[in-house]
Nanobody, 112 residues
């Protein structure tokens, strides 16, 4: 069971990035999947998750700017991030609820 995240990078404030995460060794169609982030000096926090039926939950700080999606046929999840802010800087992790597995994380850095 493995999660591979990619798409992070350095972007200026106001810019956009798209994160992707591919799961292998599992079929996550029936599971909630989500993105978390850990910013410097802070605990890991939920960014967004999406249920098997498409229902979503977003952190208040990203609502209206980030969009989570999933493709169960490809075992992938995505996080489209727009209007990025310096406070969005951190390591972003993907996870599939119920497996207790985390991706290695991808760094997002937003410069002011």
């Amino acid at each position: 069971v493995q999660l591979q995240a990619c798409g992070g990078g350095l972007v200026q404030a106001g810019g956009s990035l798209r994160l992707s995460c591919t799961a292998s060794g599992m079929i996550f169609g029936n599971n909630v999947v989500g993105w978390y982030r850990q910013s410097p000096g802070k605990q890991r926090e939920l960014v967004a998750n999406i249920g098997s039926g498409g229902s979503t939950i977003y952190a208040a700080s990203v609502k209206g700017r980030f969009t989570i999606s999933r493709d169960n046929t490809k075992n992938t999840m995505n996080l489209q991030m727009t209007s990025l802010r310096p406070e969005d800087t951190g390591v972003y992790y993907c996870t599939v609820y119920g497996y207790g597995v985390w991706g290695r994380g991808t760094q997002v850095t937003v410069s002011s």
